[in-house]
Nanobody, 114 residues
Framework: QLVESGGGLVQPGGSLRLSCVASGFIFSNYRMSWYRQAPGKEREVVAR????????EYADSVKGRFTISRDNVKNTVYLQMNSLKPADTAVYYC?????????WGQGTQVTVSS
């Protein structure tokens, strides 16, 4: 199970920190990702972090503004979002992936508006 939190309404230029707490599986084995889906658009990957080395990758649209991190003791993955833009408005989902196993959270709404 994955449970996201931390979404909300923020003004352009503001920051939010999303959290995703995992349970029911061995968190440290799984690659973790954040996806987002805006109204009328396909779900897209925003950031990923590997299970062991902690290597990260980002969508071009968020590079330099978003940071993904994980705490394998707390079974939690984070997404720090800075310099938010209206285009970042979407439902944000976390995903856990390991071989044939994929888990999704229920999503958390992020709205960037003045």
């Amino acid at each position: 199970q994955l449970v996201e939190s931390g979404g909300g309404l923020v003004q352009p230029g503001g920051s939010l920190r999303l959290s995703c707490v995992a349970s029911g599986f061995i968190f440290s084995n799984y690659r973790m990702s954040w996806y987002r889906q805006a109204p009328g658009k396909e779900r897209e990957v925003v950031a990923r972090i590997t299970a062991t080395s902690g290597s990260t990758e980002y969508a071009d649209s968020v590079k330099g503004r978003f940071t993904i991190s994980r705490d394998n003791v707390k079974n939690t993955v984070y997404l720090q979002m800075n310099s938010l833009k209206p285009a970042d408005t979407a439902v944000y989902y976390c995903q856990a992936f390991w071989y044939l196993y994929t888990y999704w959270g229920q999503g958390t709404q992020v709205t960037v508006s003045s």
